[in-house]
């Protein structure tokens, strides 16, 4: 992970001024997740994770338990599909041809 953000903030690690090594302990005691695990209980082959949508109008899910699943990069994109739930990309391009 700090390589790929040190192509964009070259000096991040010597700005950071507390670093954690999450281990499946600290995501037992601070996630309050069983034994540390990981996204939910999916058999391979299965199920598939679940999207943003809830059935609670207006309330989106993101995260490791959420669609792509588990691990920063998948975590970070569920944020986005949810992001992109509330905002589609058409209303994107009409929000940026209002300023371009």
């Known amino acids: 992970m700090?390589?790929?953000?040190?192509?964009?903030?070259?000096?991040?690690?010597?700005?950071?001024?507390?670093?954690l090594v999450g281990t499946?302990?600290?995501?037992?005691?601070?996630?309050r997740r069983h034994r540390g695990s990981y996204g939910p209980a999916i058999?391979?082959?299965?199920?598939f994770f679940p999207g943003p949508t809830t059935p609670l109008p207006g309330l989106l899910c993101c995260g490791d338990s959420t669609f792509p699943g588990i691990g920063m990069p998948a975590v970070a994109a569920s944020g986005a599909i949810a992001a992109n739930t509330l905002a589609p990309l058409?209303?994107?391009l009409e929000m940026l041809g209002n300023y371009c």
């Open 2 to 19: 700090w390589q790929a953000l040190e192509r964009i903030i070259p000096d991040i690690r010597s700005r950071c001024e507390i670093k």
């Open 24 to 31: 499946p302990l600290t995501h037992e005691r601070f996630l």
């Open 43 to 47: 058999p391979a082959g299965v199920g």
């Open 90 to 92: 058409a209303k994107h």
